[in-house]
């Protein structure tokens, strides 16, 4: 099977976010240790993947991650995508703008972070951001958060055409699994420092949240950026499915090693 089309969000469809388990886990019958050992050997293709993307550098990979709050994006960072050499890869987190980031277009901050040729690209958070905690929250008004989701195609449209190959991953975790780790945090000695009194407020908004990613996954996904929906109750299946996703992206980029600008074979290294 592809995960890519088992999980992607087709172009103009809306995904029903109620209609798709958390706890599920389409494509793999195989259990936890069964899903950590593919993780393994996904990691070393990715691992050579992006060696032969730098090595190239002429293509770049952008993973844009969003969820709810405990949705997992931290946890899937430290397992999957420190399989990339950190040297060519930057995670960008983005939090509440600044005021000079206000004092531009939304786009702004996020466009200077996007990954030059070679390198990959990780946002924790995203432009989407300023159509969904923006939307929800009611920080602008809605004729400017509904001209967002074109002026977001035509952003990421822009980066494609320049060799950016994009691909954004909703973790989908249910109220259920949200409060267990939420509790977690509260419980755990090690799990303390994550907890945020707002993480409260935002899931008093759970069904206006779900709204909003849906109208996200609606609109923006495209063939050239395309949004993929993980079901991501079960930590070990959302690693293992955005590990296959992205080892499906990494060959179909398949970066090629460059030719060597003269014959090595003639080079004699003195003593
Ligand atoms: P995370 O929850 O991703 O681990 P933080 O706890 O630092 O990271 O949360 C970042 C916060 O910044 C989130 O509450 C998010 O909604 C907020 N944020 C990000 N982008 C924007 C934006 N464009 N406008 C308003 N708030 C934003």
């Known amino acids: 099977v592809s995960f890519s089309d088992l999980l992607r969000v087709t172009p103009g469809t809306r995904p029903d976010l109620a209609a798709i388990d958390p706890r599920g886990t389409p494509g793999f019958d195989g259990d936890k240790a069964a899903a950590q ?77 996007a990954p030059g040729k070679g ?3 990780v946002f924790n958070r995203s432009h989407y951001e300023d159509v969904l905690v923006v939307r929800v929250k009611q920080l602008v008004p809605e004729s400017v958060w509904q001209d967002r989701y074109r002026r977001i195609n035509d952003f990421e449209a822009l980066l494609a055409a320049n060799s950016t190959r994009i691909v954004k991953f909703y973790l989908h975790i249910s109220r259920e699994e949200q409060r267990e780790r939420f509790l977690k945090r509260l419980q755990d000695p090690k799990k303390g420092w994550k907890w945020d009194p707002a993480d409260l407020e935002t899931r008093a908004k759970w069904a206006d949240y779900q709204a909003a990613y849906m109208d996200a996954l609606e609109l923006c996904s495209t063939d050239s950026a395309p949004w993929f929906v993980i079901p991501a ?3 070990w299946y959302r690693d293992l499915a955005v590990a ?7 060959r179909a980029m398949d970066p090629q090693w460059p030719e060597p600008e003269e014959d090595l074979s003639a080079i004699v290294v003195p003593d």
């Open 244 to 250: 296959e996703i992205l080892a499906e992206t990494a």
């Open 37 to 113: 050992a593919r993780v393994d050997a996904l990691r070393d293709e990715l691992a050579d993947f992006q060696e032969r993307l730098w090595a190239e550098a002429g293509q770049s990979l952008l993973v844009v991650l969003q969820a709810l709050d405990g949705g997992g994006k931290d946890g899937l960072i430290r397992k999957v995508i420190s399989a990339f050499n950190p040297q060519g890869t930057r995670v960008n987190g983005f939090v509440v703008p600044t005021e000079e980031e206000l004092r531009h277009d939304f786009l702004w901050r996020v466009h200077a972070a």
């Open 119 to 121: 390198r990959i690209g």
């Open 233 to 235: 109750d079960h930590k």
